[in-house]
């Protein structure tokens, strides 16, 4: 089965991108380079990097213990580095795409769905 690429998914592979991080630190940094607009919860967060690993995009870099916590760490691998490249030209296209069709958008013309 082909990996699905939420938006999610490709803000944990983008943290990942920066630097190996362990679950809080990747949270955190989807949080911030979304500006607060996702935040992502425990379930959600390791359900994607098990979804990660199984795709073969991340992969556990270590574990440290830190006041009687571990923290597992995962880093982003070649094939995620590649999987995140394409993610991010099929998204420019799409933007792209999008601002071809908005400014070939007469501003006389209603919108769909009005009167």
């Known amino acids: 089965m082909a990996f699905r690429m939420s938006e999610q998914a490709y803000l944990v592979l983008l943290a990942l991108a920066e630097e190996p991080r362990h679950g809080y630190g990747i949270v955190q940094a989807v949080t911030a380079m979304s500006d607060d607009r996702v935040r ?53 296209d799409l933007a792209s795409l999008a601002r071809r069709v908005l400014a070939a958008r007469p501003s006389s013309r209603p919108a769909l769905g009005s009167a």
Request: a negative charge.
């Open 40 to 92: 992502l919860g425990a379930g959600t967060l390791y359900g994607i990097l098990d979804r990660l690993v199984e795709a073969g995009y991340t992969e556990a870099s270590g574990e440290v213990v830190v006041d009687g916590r571990l923290r597992r760490y995962y880093r982003l691998n070649p094939d995620g580095m590649a999987a995140l490249a394409a993610e991010t030209a099929r998204l420019t």
